[in-house]
């Protein structure tokens, strides 16, 4: 059995020294990179090879990978890289990692055409100048022999390894069972479904609802295709941090478990790893990541084999047992998951590790050519996260309080920022009574000021440390991915300014500038197709066309509802249908609001959640609640909870409870929470959940219209009963809970409304 390994790969393991060093970044787009590449072929004429396939082998050892370009007459391998900023900035242990990388190709072109020297060069393009340089050497074929065989002796121990693992775990995973005696009712076909999209190498689109157990339903089809298919890693993402849970106990009845449990003899041998995002994870936000700056970035290359090992044994990388290994080897515990995610078997994390523009997994996938079976947990939020991801903001007012603390070096290139940006609200007009705008073509004249802003700030972090927090710091990632986003506008997408108040001495208004992305789909599509395969879960993927119109999948992915195992004896469903809870009839709604909560709650003692649509709406009825109805307990979501605090919030719900706890809908409690039988016997839907209607969502409405036909339906509606039956979904968790959900407003009786609703509830009943 051979292992096979890139050659980006192979050099990263076992050429890379030294400091963790991300100072000579940004590193340029993925475009901006091709465009390069193109460049440098264009610019050497005929006789250029590119993107030259090459392979060779050593023992048990399968190096693959392409070459960027071969000179024929000059015989010379070029390893080509694209940069912004100093050349000479750049950190040594790059740069010898590029040279391992050009030496490696040209052993590979030598062994291939049976060369006996060549010229090896690396070509570094400046993409802002467009300047060129070549630094050159050269080489005999039996040094290049030497070099290779080096690198490869390096790690032929680890690929050992590597295969005794897998050789392990495939054997174990062919053996796997179901963790219970049975399915639940549904399970079986949802099993079946994912199993077969895999086999397959399609995605599929699977609504099933709450309570069927999705998470187990969805991880052991993919667990038992792993050895078969083959895959090289299972992702399991989430929207939310409540679904990695979830995924980290089904994994835990499989039999992977952390290392030192009680049951460890009897272990899974599956290595999981939790991928945190790196504020989380940070020991030292107030320091640059580089090895001047940073203890843990300090000779984080030279450590990390040893943390690397020990973290493989262990398996289990939740972040405790992560942040654990790191510091008892001093390194960086976020780096030091970045890492991991070459040598696990199964990921958690989130939905951005794919699908974001800067996608560490999908990028890996790439690079490395992995076949990767992807599970997305609570898929409806995917619209809303993707178009987050394909947005970008520039805030007027953080840049203004930037501006007086800028160091010297950096003052023209922001006053030039400065500048085109007041221009652009002037131009743009932006007059007294205009609070928002959307314009018809980009900023070239400010995108071009920020890409020579960053190039100044990345000249200037090289010297100097920022802090991660740094106001500077946040100023640069935000420009770096406003011109990004630039790149890539289109009709998905609106450019858009908003008035912001001069403060203090300012005599002029700023305007925060937005590329808002309306339809993610162009963007997640090439995500989907490098999967090898996947399914979108939710118990809300419904209307179809409206999520494969806005997320991009593929054409030939079905779309399956499973039916619910639930019976309609567990639930009463009643409408208010004379009772509205428009925004110009709250006042009057209080009053009839506290009356219902009340009364069902002295038909039926219990805990209950009542959702609304805001914090202020919900303030209203609950005081309302408690001065009419003071015996009745209640519990309220603050607008700012930390974890701690929803603990606490869900903790009053216990099965021998009583009262009432308010929540916004569409917040962290109307979804992804499990409150199985008497600790939630019945919910209050105040709301349709429609979004506010304001300039921003009207614009994208229009969009939506203009683009599909149906932009009140893609832009409100739609998402708005998404989160109604999310919310609603929270009652009936298991087949002997009983509950009853009210949904109080006159909408919920339209012909419309009562189509989204789930297939199983029962027939309303139309209360007055």
């Known amino acids: 059995m051979s292992y096979r390994i890139a050659v980006r790969a192979l050099c990263e393991f076992a050429a890379k020294a030294g400091d963790l060093d991300l100072r000579f970044t940004p590193s340029p787009t993925a475009l901006e990179g091709i465009a390069g590449h193109q460049l440098i072929v264009e610019r050497r004429g005929e006789g250029y090879e590119s993107e030259i396939s090459l392979a060779g082998h050593y023992r048990q050892l399968e190096v693959r990978g392409r070459a960027d370009g071969f000179d024929t007459r000059a015989n010379r391998l070029e390893e080509v890289k694209t940069h912004r900023g100093d050349l000479a900035r750049q950190p040594a242990n790059q740069r010898a990692l590029h040279w391992a990388q ?45 070099h290779f065989d080096s690198l490869c002796h390096g790690f032929l121990a680890w690929a050992q390894q590597e ?87 089904a994994l835990e009845r499989f039999g992977a478990r952390p290392a030192g449990s009680t049951e460890e003899a009897a272990a899974l041998p599956l290595r999981v790893l939790v991928l945190t995002s790196r504020d989380r994870s940070c020991e ?65 994390g989130d939905v951005n590790y794919w699908f974001d523009m800067h996608a560490m997994l999908f990028a890996l996938a790439r690079e490395q050519q992995w076949q990767v079976g992807v599970l997305v947990d609570e898929a409806h939020n995917l619209v809303e996260r993707g178009r987050g991801m394909y947005s970008a903001t520039l805030d007027h007012a953080a840049f203004r309080r930037l501006k007086p603390t800028l160091p010297a070096p950096l003052k023209r290139p922001m006053s030039r920022v400065a500048s085109a940006w007041q221009a652009l609200a002037e131009e743009g007009g932006l007059g007294e009574n205009d609070d928002y705008r959307v314009m018809q073509t980009l900023p070239g004249k400010l995108i071009g000021a920020l890409q020579q802003a960053c190039s100044a700030i990345v000249e200037y972090q090289s010297e100097q440390p920022i802090a991660l927090e740094s106001e500077l710091q946040r100023f640069a990632f935000d ?25 203090g001495r300012q005599r002029h208004a700023g305007a925060q500038l937005t590329l808002r992305n309306v339809v993610p789909a162009p963007f997640l599509a090439p995500r989907f197709a490098a999967a090898h395969g996947g399914t979108l ?49 709250r006042a009057a709604s209080l009053e009839p609001l506290a009356e219902r909560i009340a009364s069902q709650f002295q038909a039926r003692r219990g805990n209950y959640l009542a959702f609304f649509s805001s914090f202020a709406y919900l303030e209203q009825v609950a005081d309302r609640l408690a001065e009419r109805f003071p015996a009745v307990p209640q519990w309220r979501q603050a607008s700012r ?79 708005g009963m998404q989160k109604v039956v999310q919310a609603a979904g929270r009652v009936i968790r298991s087949g002997t809970d009983e509950g009853v959900i009210h949904l109080l407003d006159d909408r919920f009786a339209r012909r419309e409304a009562q189509a989204l609703l789930p297939s199983w509830w029962p027939t309303p009943r139309f209360d007055g």
């Open 163 to 249: 295969l005794l693992h897998r050789r392990r775990r495939d054997e174990a995973l062919r053996a796997l069972s179901f963790p219970f005696a049975d399915f639940r009712q549904g399970q079986r076909p949802l099993a079946e479904s994912v199993y077969k999209a895999i086999h397959t190498r399609r995605w599929l689109m699977l609504q099933a609802p709450t309570g069927i157990g999705k998470t187990l339903g969805t991880l052991f089809p993919m667990l038992k295709a792993m050895p078969g298919e083959p895959l090289d890693k299972i992702a399991f993402l989430t929207a939310r941090n409540t679904g990695q849970r979830l995924a980290l106990d």
């Open 641 to 719: 909870m930390d974890d701690s605090a929803r603990e606490a919030f869900l903790a009053r719900f216990e099965s021998d409870g009583e009262g009432v706890g308010f929540a916004v809908l569409g917040g962290i409690f109307g979804e992804g929470i499990d409150l199985p039988g008497e600790r939630l016997i019945g919910a209050f839907i105040a709301t349709l959940g429609l979004a506010q209607v304001n300039p921003v969502n009207e614009q994208m409405r229009a969009r939506l219209q203009t683009l599909y036909g149906r932009g009140y339906d893609y832009a409100y509606f739609f998402p």
């Open 479 to 503: 420009a770096q991915h406003f011109c990004r986003i630039a790149e890539t506008f289109g009709d998905h997408s609106l450019f858009d300014m908003t008035r912001q108040p001069p403060r």
């Open 102 to 146: 050009a030496r490696v190709y040209a052993h590979l072109l030598c062994v291939e055409r049976g060369l006996d020297q060549i010229s090896v060069a690396l070509v570094y393009l400046d993409i802002v100048s467009q300047r060129e340089t070549l630094i050159e050497e050269h080489r005999s074929a039996a040094e290049l022999r030497e």
């Open 537 to 585: 879960f939710s118990a809300t993927l419904e209307p179809e066309a409206y999520y494969r119109d806005l997320l991009g999948l593929p054409a030939e992915a079905p779309w399956l509802a499973l039916d619910s195992p639930f019976d309609l004896s567990q639930l009463e469903v009643h409408v208010a249908q004379r009772l509205s809870t428009r925004y110009r009839d």
């Open 284 to 348: 030292h936000p107030d320091k640059a990541c580089h090895g001047e700056s940073c203890p843990l970035a300090a000779g984080f290359y030279d450590r990390l084999p040893g943390a690397r090992q020990a973290a493989a044994t262990r398996g289990w990388l939740d972040r405790e047992t992560l942040r654990e290994i790191a510091l008892a080897h001093e390194v960086c515990p976020y780096y030091l998951g970045q890492e991991m995610a070459r040598w696990t078997d199964l990921v958690v």
